[in-house]
């Protein structure tokens, strides 16, 4: 299962373990089953505090799904449970878990470690992921230290693609979807402090109070994507009290798979470039307060206000906002209400749990075009519906594109509705030539239309266009003085991870120089 290079970094994590670890096996004769055994017996070579205990022996869980297997400290039941071969993305959920259950110390924050210690009650968590999702192992690894620090949290990670009987029956079309106590918890990325707070309903109000309470900054950088993570940076190396307050640190980089045009980096991962950003944030002295989503912009004379949904107020005397922009919707009826019931944003993530099924893809710009190929791989059939009478894609793409034998491309295609009942079961489109209504059956449908900026608690305070960007002029001066932008929520064009980080670099230096000139004696 395990080439000799990875047996040798693997062998070097493990030496870290200080506990027995027991890896409780539930097998059958399949061939995964197979595959599992050897995985569990290589990883037994590697250590000797690891023991592999198989199905039906002392501590094996009656009722567990086939192949499966927990991590388990001697003489305690197993909370963490791996269904199905952790590979791929997923490799790093099991070495953090064989750390984390051998008593190695976590690296989460000292108070989310309480926090996570102090939770009453009993949680069984499931998420069910794609082995080729790259948002996955995030939700996994964090329910599975909930479970390593708190004996009243289980958790299971399940590969849909190995489960397609389970993911059918409980109706999981969009991965990571995660259960709790059987019950629909939530769907897509979530890092560790969002589960907490969804858990620990007085987390909110006590996380407003510490907020509210903190000083005035001298800039305040609304956004964590690469414009705000530039112009926090530039800020701290001018010696002033910075912050950055965001929904979610890294934006919609998280979500970007291959990068592959970032100057002097050849390719790197979405989630590996955030990585990187928040470590050189944080080597600055930089106030990050993450998970903190922005709802009203209050300007002021000489101290602005930023209000935050869970209440709080922080004041600054300048403010950069960086909030970066989201997906498109297609605003047709049955879109919003079969959202995670097959109707999906990203092709990489959910793709798998349509195998050997009929999708659609909207859009026929690179995104549309690049998610096409990619499902041609996987699923039954592709149908790339494009507004326009002509695909926007580069040449190479659609040369790609049209080579591919399941694949059909309409054009002059306006989506109207999706239709279903439990789940998608197709959509229907006006052909724009000839004003015929058309309806085709299919299974899923991934919408790849562009962007959306994140703009809307800045209506009726900044100036915006009518696609809700934000104007700035050449410096990321916005239309009310002290307050500044940049990035993909306004008006420069290009919207590109290179171009944000300049432009949020651009913007702080535009507002130290507006701090130097605002408080200089007239």
């Not at 092709?347 to 041609?376: M, Q, T």
Request: aromatic share 6%; net charge negative; glycine share 10%.
């Amino acid at each position: 299962m395990l080439d000799a290079n990875i047996k040798t970094q693997l062998k070097a994590y493990l030496d870290k373990v200080t506990q027995p670890i027991e890896l409780v096996a539930s097998l059958d004769e399949g061939d995964k089953s197979g595959e599992m055994r050897a995985l569990l017996g290589e990883l037994a070579e590697l250590s000797d505090k690891i023991t592999v205990i198989e199905s039906g022996a002392p501590g094996d869980q009656a009722g567990e799904r086939k192949p499966s297997f927990a991590l388990a400290r001697r003489g305690e039941p197993g909370r963490v449970r791996f269904a199905g071969l952790p590979m791929g993305h997923e490799f790093s959920s099991l070495i953090l878990a064989l750390l984390q259950v051998g008593g190695h110390p976590p690296k989460a924050a000292p108070e989310l470690i309480e926090q996570i210690r102090a939770l009453d009650g009993e949680y069984v968590f499931e998420t069910y992921i794609s082995l080729s999702c790259h948002n996955c192992p995030e939700v996994v690894q964090a329910l599975n230290l909930m479970a390593v620090l708190n004996p009243n949290i289980r958790h299971t990670m399940i590969d849909g693609a190995l489960f397609q009987d389970e993911v059918e029956a409980r109706k999981i079309m969009a991965v990571p979807t995660v259960l709790l106590n059987g019950q629909p918890f939530g769907q897509g990325r979530m890092e560790l402090g969002e589960i907490l707070a969804k858990v620990d309903t007085g987390a909110a109000a006590r996380d407003a109070g510490k907020l509210s309470a903190k000083d005035v900054f001298d800039v305040l950088v609304v956004g964590g994507g690469p414009a705000g993570a530039a112009a926090a940076i530039y800020a701290a190396r001018k010696g002033i009290r910075t912050g950055v307050v965001a929904e979610r640190f890294g934006g919609q980089v998280m979500d970007t798979m291959a990068i592959e045009n970032f100057i002097s980096v050849k390719y790197t991962e979405g989630p590996k470039l955030v990585a990187s950003l928040e470590e050189h944030v944080r080597e600055y002295d930089v106030d990050v307060m993450n998970l903190q989503r922005v709802a009203q912009l209050v300007p002021g004379e000489g101290v602005h206000e930023v209000k935050l949904d869970n209440g709080a107020v922080l004041k600054a005397k300048s403010v950069i906002v960086a909030t970066g922009a989201r997906w498109r919707e297609m605003n047709v009826p049955g879109e919003r209400e079969f959202r995670g019931k097959g109707v999906a944003y990203c092709p990489h993530c959910d793709g798998p749990l349509f195998k050997g099924k009929r999708v659609a893809v909207i859009g026929g710009g690179n995104s549309g075009v690049e998610a096409a190929i990619d499902l041609a791989g996987v699923v039954a059939h592709v149908t790339l519906l494009e507004f326009a009478d002509e695909l926007r894609a580069d040449a190479v793409l659609q040369k790609k594109l049209h080579s591919l034998p399941n694949v059909t491309v309409i054009k002059s295609a306006q989506t109207t509705e999706v239709t279903g009942s439990d789940k998608v079961d197709g959509l229907v489109y006006k052909d724009r030539a000839s004003g015929e209504v058309r309806r085709i059956e299919l299974e899923g449908i991934f919408v790849q239309i562009g962007l959306l900026p994140n703009t809307d608690f800045a209506k009726g305070t900044l100036e915006l266009t009518r696609f809700g960007e934000i104007i700035v002029d050449a410096r990321g001066q916005t239309s009310v003085p002290g307050i500044f932008a940049a990035g993909d929520c306004t008006t420069v064009p290009y919207k590109q991870i290179i171009i944000a980080m300049g432009e949020g670099a651009k913007a702080s230096l535009s507002a130290f120089d507006h701090l130097i000139r605002s408080s200089a004696p007239a």
